[in-house]
C-alpha cells in the first residue's frame, strides 16, 4: 500500500446509499465499482443486510493515490414491524453511524409523491417514509446529503427539472441533485453521469487516511458473496411469495487443499414450507442444479475464482417470525 497516511491531500469517505426498496440503490453500487458485486432483481429484498464496495481514485501527472470511498449499500427503508424488517432497518441504522455522505436513491418516476406527502406533512401508513426522509436530513451531524433521482431515462427532461427544483424546494438540505440513467453502462456510458456523481462525493470527502488498503474494493468475504449471490438467483427465478420465504446459510467452506484446486463450499437454502422445498428443487433437481450453475458462474465472473458448489434445501416452518432462527441465519439486533 502505498504510504500516503501523512499525505494532508488525501480523502477519504464512507458513503451510505439508502432509499426505498427497489429504488436502484444495489444497480448504483455495481455501476460505482464497475463490477456486479450486489445481488439486483426487480423485486424488493434482494438486499438484506449491508453491502461495502471500495472505489480507490487518482490523480494524473503524475499519478497519485489521492482518494478513498467506502459505499455502503443498505437494505431499502420500509419501517415495517415484522423481525425480517427490523432486522434490516438496523442494518440501515448500522450504515448511518458515522457517515460523512448520505445518498439518497429515488426513483423519479414516483419521488414526486414523497415530496409531496413531506411538503404537507403527512404521516399515514403508506406514506411517513416521506417524514423519515426529512427528519434524516435535519439532524445535525458532519453528514451531508445528496439526492440521487434513478432512473432519469425514462423522464422527459421537461418533467425531470420542475422535480429537481420542487425537491430543490422541499428538501434544502441535499447538497446536490443528481438525476442517473443507464446504469448499466456504468462509467463507460456518458448517459448514465455516474462519472459526475463520483465527482460530487469526491468533492464532499474530507481529508483523512483510507479506511482500506489500496487494492481493496469490497469487505465481503468468500461465504458473504456466495450468500448473496444465491440470494439473487432466488429473487431473480422465482415466483410470488418464494423469494420472501426462503435465505440460505454456508454450512462450510474448504479451502483448496492436496489436488483439489478449487475451494468447495456447501450451502443450505431454507424455505417455509415443504411446497416451497418442491418448487426450488425443481423437477429433477433442475432448479437447485439451475442456481448451483449460475453462482458458481457468478463468482468466477466477480472474482476470478472457481468453487466447488454443493446446495441443499431445508424447510424450516415460519423462519422469518423466529428471533433464535434469524440469527441462526445471520440476522441480528431483532
Not at 456466495?226 to 440460505?248: A, H, M, Q, T
Not at 450453475?293 to 472474482?303: A, L, P, S, W
Amino acid at each position: 500500500m502505498t504510504d500516503i497516511v501523512e499525505d494532508q491531500k488525501f480523502k477519504c469517505a464512507t458513503v451510505a446509499i439508502m432509499g426505498r426498496p427497489n429504488a436502484g440503490k444495489s444497480t448504483l453500487l455495481n455501476a460505482l465499482l464497475e463490477s456486479e458485486l450486489s445481488a439486483t432483481s426487480e423485486r424488493p429484498q434482494t438486499t438484506r443486510t449491508n453491502i461495502r464496495g471500495i472505489v480507490q481514485r487518482y490523480e494524473e501527472n503524475p499519478k497519485r493515490w489521492s482518494g478513498q470511498l467506502v459505499l455502503v449499500d443498505t437494505p431499502g427503508v420500509n419501517l415495517r414491524k415484522g423481525l425480517l424488517d427490523r432486522s434490516m432497518y438496523a442494518s440501515i441504522e448500522d450504515a448511518m453511524r458515522d457517515v460523512d455522505v448520505g445518498v439518497w436513491v429515488a426513483d423519479c418516476r414516483s419521488f414526486e409523491k414523497d415530496l409531496d406527502d413531506a411538503a404537507m406533512g403527512r404521516a399515514g401508513p403508506e406514506d411517513r417514509l416521506a417524514l423519515w426522509i426529512r427528519d434524516q436530513l435535519k439532524k445535525k451531524g458532519r453528514t451531508q446529503w445528496v439526492l440521487v433521482l434513478s432512473k432519469a431515462d425514462t423522464k422527459a427532461k421537461a418533467d425531470l427539472l420542475p422535480l429537481i427544483e420542487k425537491a430543490h424546494e422541499v428538501f434544502p438540505e441535499f447538497k446536490e441533485i443528481i438525476p442517473l440513467a443507464a446504469l448499466k453502462g456504468g462509467l463507460s456510458d456518458a448517459r448514465s453521469n455516474v462519472g459526475g456523481l463520483l465527482k460530487v462525493l469526491e468533492d464532499l470527502s474530507p481529508l483523512g487516511p483510507p479506511l482500506y488498503p489500496e487494492d481493496s474494493w469490497t469487505d465481503l468475504t468468500g461465504r458473504e458473496l456466495v450468500r448473496n449471490l444465491i440470494r439473487e438467483c432466488i429473487f431473480r427465478g422465482s415466483y410470488k411469495e418464494v423469494p420472501y420465504e426462503s435465505d440460505c446459510l454456508i454450512d462450510s467452506w474448504a479451502e483448496p487443499e492436496g489436488v483439489q484446486k478449487m475451494a468447495e463450499v456447501h450451502s443450505t437454502i431454507c424455505v417455509s414450507r415443504d411446497s416451497l422445498k418442491r418448487i426450488m428443487v425443481g423437477k429433477g433437481g433442475s432448479k437447485i442444479k439451475d442456481i448451483g450453475i449460475t453462482v458458481r458462474n457468478r463468482y468466477k465472473e466477480i472474482t476470478g475464482e472457481e468453487i466447488i458448489l454443493k446446495l441443499f434445501v431445508k424447510v424450516i416452518e415460519k423462519w422469518t417470525a423466529n428471533p433464535s432462527r434469524l440469527k441462526d441465519l445471520g440476522y441480528e439486533n431483532i
